[in-house]
């Protein structure tokens, strides 16, 4: 996504003993006060810069895609520590925000210190120019010291979001929702012909996980959605509930995917009251595909036919599930999106 190319943060300690061993090494190659100045001048464009370039590197939160910034908030929830504020804390993004706007506070200060303590030096000898230069990289060390946790929230937030897989809010794509264990990440993986392995146990997928087909040159994407659409939403809690309303953005068609043999744990009748929810909450068609129908004469007599299904298919043996597939795929539209430069 696009977070893919955020640099590495550094953490408070690394960023002074980078600033300080450079401002050493260019220190020796002067003498006197002009040696003070130099290192002055390094330790703090070290600082500076490296606080601009974290801060500058981060999209604006206002203009990503809703998806985008959906996913990040919840992201950032989950994997860094709320802010402490006056009135209470800030989680997510708004943590994310107020930490990134206190690195850039870093920067402006370092250059303040910088540009001060440089007029004293240049009227000092070489002994008074080496005072002031102590003491304004013991005042960066302060600063860059008060900086610290907004730093290491900043790290963990860029780690978390480095490594989501790439969602293209922009291609038409096909969640597939359903209880866990009713073979959500068989079906993705057989169709998108990805390498990821199933594992033969429930509530391993944790991942989201992202394949892509491709029909008349067209590049659909079929979603993984564990842990996200697939319970009650009374069940889920609040990071599980913003992953739903990322994916509903998202969505331009739900496969919902029933297991009436319920050898997935589930009663058919939970699962039917999921996808009417769903139903209900999204605006994207949803489409019901009865799955494991290679087991469906060890289901209760009748059950399966029950379902109002638009397809029946089996991951297992690979029965229906192109045509599942095609069906999803004609009722995700696809809008061409004419990018303005291409435009002419
Ligand atoms: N017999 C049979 N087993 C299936 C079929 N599809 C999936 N399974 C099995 O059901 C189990 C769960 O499949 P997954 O694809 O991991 O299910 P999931 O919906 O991704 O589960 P979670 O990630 O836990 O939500 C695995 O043991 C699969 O081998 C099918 O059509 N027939
Ligand atoms: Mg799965």
């Known amino acids: 996504m696009i977070y893919e190319d955020l640099p590495t943060t550094p953490r408070a300690e690394e960023l002074v003993d980078k600033a300080f061993s450079r401002a050493a090494r ?23 810069d490296n606080c601009d370039n974290v801060v500058q590197s981060w999209p604006d939160f ?3 895609e809703p998806f985008a910034s959906e996913i990040a908030d919840a992201v950032v929830r989950r994997t860094t520590d709320p802010r402490q504020t006056d009135d209470g804390e800030q989680a997510g993004l708004d943590a994310l925000r107020a930490s990134l706007s206190e690195v850039s506070w870093a920067a402006r200060q370092t250059r303040s210190i910088r540009d001060e ?25 302060d600063v860059v010291d008060e900086v610290r946790d907004d730093l290491r929230r900043v790290g963990a937030a860029r780690d ?7 969602i293209r809010p922009d291609e038409p794509t096909v969640a597939v929702a359903g209880y866990p264990n009713v073979g959500k990440s068989g079906f993705v993986n057989r ?9 033969a146990y429930p509530f391993t997928t944790r991942a989201v996980q992202v394949g892509h087909v491709e ?43 029933v297991d009436a043999s319920e050898s ?16 209900e909450r999204f605006d994207a068609p949803v489409l019901t595909a009865r799955n494991k129908t290679d087991r469906e004469d060890e289901a209760r007599a009748g059950t399966a036919a029950d379902v109002d299904a638009d397809a029946a298919m089996s991951v297992e043996t690979g029965d ?25």
């Open 26 to 48: 260019a220190g020796r190659a002067k003498q006197g006060r002009e040696a003070q100045e130099s290192m002055l001048r390094t330790a703090c464009n070290v600082v500076a």
């Open 62 to 64: 206002r203009t990503v």
């Open 117 to 141: 303590t440089m007029s004293k030096v240049y009227q000092s000898d070489a002994d008074t120019a080496r005072k002031h230069r102590k003491q304004a990289f013991a005042r960066v060390a």
């Open 160 to 166: 978390a979001l480095k490594d989501l897989p790439e």
């Open 191 to 199: 169709v998108t012909r990805a390498s990821n392995e199933t594992a």
């Open 215 to 257: 029909r008349d040159r067209v590049r659909y994407q079929i979603v993984d959605t564990p842990g996200v659409l697939d319970r009650p939403a009374a069940e889920r809690n609040d990071i599980e509930r913003q992953a739903e309303s990322a994916v509903r953005h998202l969505a331009d068609v739900v496969l919902f995917l």
């Open 264 to 279: 997935c744990g589930y009663p058919l009748s939970a699962q039917l009251r999921l996808r009417d929810e769903l139903r």
């Open 320 to 344: 229906g599930v192109e045509a599942a597939l095609e069906l999803a795929l004609d009722a995700a539209p696809y809008e061409p999106e004419i990018p303005p430069s291409r435009q002419e």
